[in-house]
């Protein structure tokens, strides 16, 4: 069992930076893959970016260069760093933890806003 608590969203302005947290409690936290999906209004949950126990990660073609999933095990957490943010980047923000594709945690999510 994982549960998971993202933090740090709000509002940024265009070309700013922001950076999520998500702490998970459970155990076996390591091997798990963990990142982010975020959901814009009236859109689909999207893939943000992900980074597995190994250090393979995986982005969303529309975030590449711009943000970076990071982990630190001992603290259980997993960061979403964003820079350079544009408006479309607006959504609320999840952070999954991902056993097998039979079982994915996810948290609460945290609201992002990107404006002027």
């Known amino acids: 069992q994982v549960q998971l608590v993202e933090s740090g969203g709000g509002l940024v302005q265009p070309g700013g930076s922001l950076r999520l947290s998500c702490v998970a409690s459970?155990?076996?936290?390591?091997?798990?893959?963990m990142g982010w999906y975020r959901q814009a209004p009236g859109k689909q949950r999207e893939l943000v970016g992900t980074?597995?126990?190994?250090?393979?990660?995986e982005y969303g073609d529309s975030v590449k260069g711009r943000f970076t999933v990071s982990r630190d095990n001992a603290k259980k957490t997993v960061y979403l760093q964003m820079n350079n943010v544009k408006p479309e980047d607006t959504a609320v923000y999840y952070c999954?933890?991902?056993?097998?594709?039979?079982?994915?945690?996810w948290g609460q999510g945290t609201q992002v806003t990107v404006s002027s």
């Open positions: 980074l597995t126990s190994a250090g393979t990660t």
């Open positions: 459970g155990d076996s936290i390591p091997i798990y893959t």
């Open positions: 999954c933890a991902i056993r097998s594709a039979f079982y994915t945690a």
